[in-house]
């Protein structure tokens, strides 16, 4: 039977224990560095903290220790793996080849996203140097996940929600030529998201102040079942930056479309134990979202950017059909019903993102917290000319873009599409919820020569509590009142699903014994539960080995005998890696030597020829270099049409 796993981030502990509590069969969290992520960092008594709670549900915790190491760093990465094993980690997601080369604890090594996990032949090579899961490329569609599955065992692991960063992951410098901030040293500055210009050689701006690299954000919900079949068992979740309302409703969405499948597929099961009851209706719309894509799961879709505006819009919810100072008349969808403190937003004629909240409703009037005019201002220079239609479908909609003075008053046109980025009534709705899991377990109730034992039968743990013996007065009213107080678990992560009495005379039981038996009960599954975990952990299969020289040919492998800067190698260690699997050059990582001349700075899926109807393919002309521009700098676009990817490239 096969497990399958919903694995979400965990930003902290906070965030972590509410990932648990709402469904997830693991979470993934960042220790105290080396993280990928700098600004999120947490302290291994967390850790352990975390991981004590999920062994109570056999739920995961793994610890991204996914950054590029300077030798100088080995040493201390090392001991914070031990620590990571120590505290009761699962498994470590890792980057950097060199943690293969020292002598690490015997826990599970999961191969981040960031070593550009794209084909058969690299998966199976990390099989065959000991890696357990391997997170793929978020570009890969179905039929290749197929493909690495039909040549390799290994766990396959894929990102099914969240923000999509536009190049293959490991493969992006942009941020470290830019400004010194290296991604794959956990410093990423996201110059992805920003404005830029598009232009031609010639220096003429053919777009002008747009989100050019910006994508919207992963959404595969509907294509789970067709993941699960081409070889995917741990689905992910993108988010360690996020704060627990989001990962609360995506684990509680996930965890229900997930749980609908394995009901009805004998031959899946769920990861963990427990189940959650939130106190919401999960809808990924009312996440932050710059909009949904599925990516390349089935080839390349149309509009997978986000041009406008890498801000959240949320929910579509209806059309603005008349505008008179703050007060807006709507035409809502059905089933949308608008409170006071509501966000709304919409772009305006010039595709700026505004935004508003909602100080009133009356019927199909909204009254807004800022004035809405319906004018926007035209005084910029014209950057199309429209007299050439040829080049008409290089702007979305063939619109043309104008440089417009923002006004100060927020801008409309009759029939903006109107949507909610902030619902006050469910927002809150998230915020109280505990997710509330809980383990079934069935009771046994017996006596003792002079007391009661109270037991958790499929967990066998018993506790025993000496007490005297009454012989109860009304039987029928005492077994009543027993399975009552019994059936009774409160805030704890049990819930009772029989309770059997062996009592040959009913005794009438204290409230106060029953409840002294319970807690009892309860500190000694928690214990049994962690002590499992850890005794599968401990003297079990060695997770690791964690030197492997020679234990297949690299280079032959991936034919491979040279490795440039983009494998990423910044320490002696990675490098006697690579060399003693067949690799006879290796080019420094950028991140230890800047080489002299161009470099590929980026490699992406994401096409803005094809984004903007210039698809060489399609309209059959030569694809040549387009240029970006902000005032970071000026970079070139090259275009690979046979592997249809577009590389950017610093000049």
Same mark, same amino acid.
């Given at each position: ?30 220790? +105290?560095? #080396? ?97 357990? /899961? ?24 894929? #990102? ?128 932050? @979202? ?82 809405? @005019? ?19 479908? !290089? ?9 417009? /003075? ?32 809980? !383990? +079934? ?12 034992? !109270? ?46 009495? /062996? ?72 490098? /006697? ?17 800047? +080489? ?17 109807? !210039? ?11 387009? #240029? ?10 090259? #275009? ?12």
């Amino acid at each position: 039977m096969k497990k399958i796993e919903l694995l979400s981030p965990a930003k902290n502990l906070e965030v972590g224990l509410a990932a648990i509590n709402h469904g997830a069969d693991a979470v993934y969290i960042g220790g +105290p560095s #080396f993280g990928a992520r700098e600004k999120v960092g947490n302290s291994i008594k967390d850790i352990e903290t975390l991981c004590r709670h999920a062994a109570i549900f056999d739920a995961k915790v793994y610890v991204t220790l996914n950054t590029l190491l300077f030798d100088n760093e080995l040493e201390q990465a090392r001991k914070l793996a031990w620590d990571c094993y120590n505290a009761g980690a699962d498994a470590l997601i890792v980057q950097d080849m060199a943690l293969l080369m020292m002598d690490m604890p015997p826990i599970a090594l999961h191969a981040s996203t960031q070593c550009n996990n794209t084909t058969a032949e690299k998966v199976k090579f990390l099989e065959d140097v000991g890696f357990k /899961q391997v997170v793929l490329a978020r570009e890969l569609s179905v039929n290749e996940i197929k493909e690495i599955r039909s040549k390799t065992t290994v766990p396959l692991e894929f #990102f099914v929600h969240g923000a999509l960063c536009v190049s293959y992951s490991g493969q992006c410098y942009l941020s470290h030529v830019i400004g010194h901030r290296s991604a794959n040293r956990g410093a990423c500055a996201q110059p992805c998201r920003l404005k830029w210009n598009l232009e031609d050689e010639n220096g003429n701006v053919l777009i002008a102040d747009r989100h050019l690299l910006s994508l919207r954000d992963m959404n595969n919900s509907k294509n789970l079942e067709e993941l699960i079949d081409a070889g995917i068992t741990s689905f992910k979740i993108e988010g360690r930056l996020k704060d627990a309302d989001y990962v609360k409703n995506t684990t509680a969405y996930y965890r229900r479309a997930i749980d609908e499948i394995i009901a009805r597929r004998p031959d899946l099961e769920r990861a963990s134990q427990g189940v959650s009851s939130p106190s919401f209706e999960p809808n990924l719309e009312k996440s932050f @979202s710059r909009g949904f894509t599925d990516y390349f799961a089935h080839g390349r879709p149309k509009n997978i950017d986000a041009p406008f505006t890498p801000k959240s819009m949320g929910e579509y919810i209806g059309e603005i059909k008349k505008t008179d100072g703050k007060r807006l008349t709507v035409k809502l969808k059905d089933g949308i019903t608008l409170h006071n403190g509501d966000g709304l937003c919409f772009l305006d004629d010039d595709k700026q993102l505004q935004g508003f909240n909602v100080n009133g409703v009356d019927g199909n009037v909204v009254l807004a917290s800022s004035v809405i @005019s319906t004018e926007a201002k035209r005084n910029g220079e014209i950057l199309f000319d429209t007299k050439h239609p040829k080049k008409k479908d !290089l702007f979305t909609k063939g619109e043309c873009f104008r440089k417009a /003075q923002v006004s100060t008053s927020l801008r409309s046109a009759r029939n903006d599409e109107l949507y909610r980025n902030y619902d006050i009534l469910w927002q809150r709705s998230v915020d109280n919820s505990t997710g509330n899991r809980k !383990l +079934p377990i069935k009771l046994e109730l017996s006596e003792t020569s002079d007391g009661l034992r !109270l037991t958790s039968v499929d967990e066998n743990v018993s506790i025993c509590l000496q007490c005297p013996k009454d012989i109860a007065k009304n039987p029928e009213k005492a077994l009543e009142t027993i399975r009552t107080k019994l059936s009774q678990w409160g805030d704890t992560k049990f819930v009772v699903e029989s309770i059997d009495i /062996q009592l040959d005379t009913i005794y009438f039981i204290p409230a106060s014994v029953l409840g002294e038996m319970k807690r009892q009960l309860v500190t000694e599954l928690e214990l049994s539960f962690r002590l499992k975990r850890n005794e599968v952990k401990r003297n079990g299969e060695i997770l690791f080995d964690t030197m492997h020289p020679n234990t297949k040919d690299f280079s032959t492998t991936l034919e491979m005998t040279r490795l440039s800067y983009l494998a990423n190698v910044t320490n002696s260690l990675s490098r /006697q890696f690579y060399e003693n699997h067949g690799v006879t050059h290796i080019d420094d990582g950028l991140e230890k030597s800047m +080489p002299e001349g161009e470099i590929v700075v980026m490699t992406t899926k994401h096409c803005i020829r094809y984004a903007n109807g !210039l698809c060489a393919k399609e309209t059959g002309k030569p694809a040549t270099p387009l #240029f970006i521009s902000n005032v970071n700098g000026r970079f070139r676009l090259d #275009f690979d049409c046979k592997k249809c990817c577009m590389k950017v490239v610093n000049i």
